[in-house]
């Protein structure tokens, strides 16, 4: 059996939003890893800290109010937060490359869709390339997604939805990146095209080798597409595992049982949804000890005043103080 090489490892990740205001604590020492070819999915309510985390991985956070207190990003054993700017530029669509989440206004409206996927790879065509060979890579990458060619010349108002994600998608995988992040990749489509591009994003992971990361608050999505789940609550990761841990495993936070409580049960056409109580607290004033206490069924005192225990199985981890009770029954 082949080893597994680690792709990305980020480690005690903190990052914050210093405005006048206030200061608000958006991502609290995360730790996760992906290794090559695998997909992670980053599971958790909006505010959860999903999207700041891609955005550090890239080093696209809010120049005037974006802050990473600490940690590591170790991207094939390089620290991406070390990286100069200029590096970074040559990092960002060559290594590390992110399908944004409105593709409505990921593209230009007064630009050719052709021409938009033609610019990343003229950006980093250290090969030396000709036109006439980046217009042909372009084809290739419409032909990939499933548009035909011929419909380079126009631009983003004559395409759907679900189409301009499809270039969206080519344009991020224009110079093959090893790492390609999805921020919500399927939010503001309908049903059928979230299906098409999820298939879409499964053919070209097999086809290229590429390594991926799905931010999304939809555990069907994650079903159907990773090989971890890391799932997220005002900025920590309360559970990771493998995709088995968290659909099949026995034990889970309390927070994901909330989760997997709010999709609909076709089966059981009679039993209402089970929504989670009470609200995302305030980043900007975080709980002490647990941060779902507030909102769990099984909160205690000892929950409002101590870091949650941590669980481990192989490669399952989950915060919560029900496994430290457990851990001392046994």
Do not use: W
């Amino acid at each position: 059996m082949e080893e597994k090489k680690t792709l990305l490892e980020i480690k005690d990740l903190e990052v914050i939003y210093q405005t006048d205001e206030a200061t608000v604590h958006a991502v609290n020492r995360i730790n996760f890893s992906l290794n090559e070819k695998e997909t992670i999915g980053l599971v958790g309510e909006t505010g959860a800290g999903k999207t700041t985390t891609a955005l550090t991985v890239l080093r696209l956070l809010p120049e005037r109010t974006g802050r990473i207190k600490g940690g590591q990003v170790l991207f094939r054993g390089e620290n991406l937060l070390d990286k100069s700017v200029a590096e970074m530029r040559r990092v960002r669509g060559a290594e590390i490359s992110i399908i944004f989440q409105d593709p409505m206004t990921a593209l230009n409206p007064a630009l050719t869709v052709g021409d938009q996927v033609l610019e990343s790879l003229e950006i980093h065509n250290t090969a030396g390339k000709s036109r006439q060979e980046l217009n042909a890579r372009v084809d290739e990458l419409f032909n990939l997604v499933g548009i035909p060619a011929e419909r380079k010349t126009e631009y983003p108002h004559q395409f759907s939805g679900g189409m301009k994600q499809r270039i969206v998608i080519a344009i991020a995988l224009a110079c093959a990146p090893q790492l390609l992040i999805a921020d919500e990749p399927t939010t503001a489509l309908d049903v059928t095209i979230q299906a098409q591009v999820l298939k879409l994003m499964e053919n070209l992971k097999e086809e290229l080798g590429t390594s991926m990361i799905i931010i999304t608050h939809d555990l069907g999505v994650v079903a159907e597409t990773c090989d971890k789940v890391a799932i997220m609550y005002a900025g920590e990761i309360v559970e990771t595992g493998t995709a088995e841990d968290i659909f099949n495993g026995k034990e889970h936070h309390p927070y994901t049982v909330g989760l997997f409580n709010a999709i609909p049960n076709l089966d059981e056409k009679e039993e209402r949804l089970r929504p989670i109580d009470g609200l995302m607290p305030d980043p900007a004033n975080l709980p002490k000890g647990c941060k779902f206490g507030p909102r769990c069924p099984h909160f205690t005192e000892a929950c409002g005043i101590e870091m949650p225990y941590i669980y481990k199985e192989k490669e399952h981890r989950i915060m919560c103080n029900l496994f430290k009770k457990e851990a001392a029954d046994e």
